[in-house]
């Protein structure tokens, strides 16, 4: 009963941007396909960050490549290839 009651709590949190950890305008029950910003394996973006991929300052970079590639300048890369492909 307690762990119900806390997953009902969590689910009625705001949920914070993965990128800057501003408030987004979603709660933790809100299905993702009805919303924006949110990017699947990384999480939700604020609409700053996410920003329709137009104007994007920042860019996510999943933790797969980080840990797999251990060459830092192959990291660096295919880090800058998702920049680009991301244009
Ligand atoms: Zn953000």
């Not at 914070?16 to 950890?21: P, R, W």
């Amino acid at each position: 009963m307690k762990n119900f009651i806390c997953s009902k709590e969590k689910a009625d949190q705001v949920e914070m941007c993965v990128l800057c950890g501003a408030e987004t305008p979603y709660k933790f029950y809100e299905h993702i396909d009805m919303r924006y910003g949110y990017v699947e394996g990384c999480g939700q973006l604020c609409e700053k960050c996410y920003d329709m991929g137009t104007n994007r300052e920042q860019l996510l970079v999943p933790a797969s490549l980080i840990k797999t590639i251990s060459n830092d300048s192959e990291l660096g890369a295919k880090v800058r290839k998702l920049y680009w492909d991301s244009r």
